[in-house]
């Protein structure tokens, strides 16, 4: 096995930077760092809503929290405004926060189902902090917050921001186009990324962070790609930035339309607008003319289409190659799950970093906690899609399309009986499973009766205190514009 001494990039987006800057950090003293990267081809230039894991990836980079939010035009984010998404009147927002207070027995949210049917519960949202201030926009954060928040930034200033930073701790950068791929005669590992200009960059571990292209997990290394189309048909996305025309929000949203679902992300200086389509079900043209027909503000840039295809690589890491992010796969942007699973891959990969050479073993470990994880984030967006209330073919389509075995045996579970759980590797909490199933409008059957054995009362007077205490938090709380310009 080749000691690993000298690690190569290959790519410079939002997953190669951040690669490069964990790396620089945690393991810098030890491993040479190169990344290649082409300006002329550039950035996917999207993916700009985060989760909240992406400030403890931050803590490890030593990221100062002022500092990156002056430097990447961010806004802070206590969950996403899915519109439209049971019934095109209906809103309900997925946020960050935990739902009232749950036992041991059970959760929360079988307490509020009894409070709702003795007609004494508030809506469900009313007993989390987070889905309150992101409601009344309003938020405050920091080392001490008590909120559970994420972040918006500027993606193209994101990247800049890292590679200062890396630039800083010592990283080389390559700049030019790759041209091919070289692999070793004998042992058919990747030797060396040959540059256009006919320059070698050698190393003994490469990271493929070439987005959609994959030049070196499936160029060169042919590893196959499982596809998810038959769940999640959308294919398309058009992206376009607009002038802010108010104050930002502290949440992401997800409005639906005939046949997918437009975002808006609200950054301190612009918006970043897209609209995801299936193009079986949507022209390019009239997805175009809807998103330029509903952003708000002046465009900034032209409308940009990206064309993706939902599925995971069969292996992230394939010999001494690691694909990342976008080369790895992708599901679509539904729940900003993409950043996340880059950060994630990179703390697997610097758990089991390969210093006395590539291991089957430890390549095997990082595919298998990979596939887990983003198959849970597969059914958690596909259930977003498939309960819906919505007449359009797209929609019906989805109702009643087949469902992966797993999302349809939770689904089973919740309907029967309010059970929701998060399996070991899985992102998503209870509580997010919790609200997405209910404001999709998947009204379980019964729930525990634990709440049924309380005294006379007590379940009413326990939901209003908490209620109480909820709404009194957000008062005390600036609002989110007024945190950033402050900030
Ligand atoms: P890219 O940004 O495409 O970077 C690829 C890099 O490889 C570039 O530097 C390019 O120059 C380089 N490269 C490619 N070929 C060559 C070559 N031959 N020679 C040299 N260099 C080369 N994620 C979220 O978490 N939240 C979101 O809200 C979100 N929204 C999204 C919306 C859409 C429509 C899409 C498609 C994705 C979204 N994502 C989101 C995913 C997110 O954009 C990506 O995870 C993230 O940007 C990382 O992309 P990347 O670095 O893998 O690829």
Not at 37 to 57: H, L, N, Q
Not at 373 to 386: A, P
């Amino acid at each position: 096995m080749t000691r690993v001494r000298r690690v190569v990039i290959a790519g410079g987006g939002t997953a190669g930077w951040l690669a490069a800057a964990i790396l620089t950090k945690q393991v810098g003293a030890m491993v040479e760092v190169t990344l290649v990267e082409s300006e002329e081809i550039g950035t996917v230039g999207v993916g700009e809503s985060t989760i909240p894991t992406v400030r403890a990836f931050h803590a490890l980079l030593g990221i100062d929290e002022r500092e990156f939010v002056r430097a990447t035009g961010a806004s802070f984010k206590l969950g996403i405004s899915f519109e439209g998404w049971s019934r095109e009147a209906e809103r309900y927002m997925h946020s960050f926060g935990k739902l009232g207070h749950s036992t041991w027995m059970a959760d929360f949210h079988h307490f509020w189902l009894e409070g709702r049917a003795q007609g004494v519960a508030d809506e469900l949202g009313a007993y989390c902090v987070e889905h309150e201030a992101a409601r009344g926009e309003r938020f405050a954060g920091g080392q001490d917050a008590a909120l559970n928040y994420a972040y918006h930034f500027d993606a193209g200033r994101y990247a800049r921001y890292l590679r200062e930073r890396c630039e800083a701790d010592g990283l080389t950068r390559v700049e030019g186009k790759i041209a091919r791929v070289e692999r070793d005669g004998e042992s058919g590992d990747i030797a060396a990324l040959i540059m256009e200009d006919g320059a070698r960059v050698e190393g003994d571990l490469f990271l493929d962070c070439t987005g959609f292209r994959a030049l070196l997990i499936g160029d060169a290394l042919g590893v196959g790609y499982e596809d998810w189309r038959e769940w999640l048909p959308t294919d398309r996305a058009i992206a376009v930035q607009t002038t802010a025309t108010g104050p930002a929000v502290p949440y992401t949203r997800a409005i639906a339309h005939d046949a997918g679902w437009q975002w808006r992300i609200p950054l301190q200086h612009r918006l970043g607008n897209g609209i995801v389509y299936a193009s079986d079900y949507l022209s390019e043209d009239e997805a175009r003319a809807r998103l330029l027909s509903t952003v708000t503000g002046e465009t900034l840039i032209e409308p940009r289409t990206i064309r993706f295809r939902t599925g995971r690589r069969v292996k992230a890491w394939e010999r001494n190659c690691v694909a990342l992010s976008l080369a790895g796969g992708f599901v679509e942007p539904l729940e900003s799950t993409s950043i996340h699973l880059i950060m994630i891959a990179l703390t697997r990969l610097l758990q089991l970093f390969p210093f006395d050479g590539v291991s089957e073993a430890a390549a095997a470990r990082f595919n298998d906690m990979a596939q887990r994880e983003v198959e849970g984030v597969r059914d958690f967006i596909i259930l977003h899609y498939t309960l819906n209330q919505r007449d359009e073919p797209f929609w019906r389509r989805m109702r009643d399309m087949p469902l992966p075995d797993s999302l349809a045996t939770r689904i089973a579970l919740f309907r029967e009986s309010a059970q929701a759980f998060q399996a070991s590797d899985e992102l998503f909490t209870v509580t997010s499973w919790v609200q997405v199933m209910l404001g999709q409008r998947l009204m379980p059957d019964t729930h525990n009766r634990l709440a049924r054995m309380m005294p006379p009362g007590r379940l009413q007077q326990t939901l209003g205190q908490l209620a109480g205490q909820v709404a009194g938090a957000v008062r005390g709380l600036p609002v989110h514009q007024a945190y950033l310009d402050r900030m």
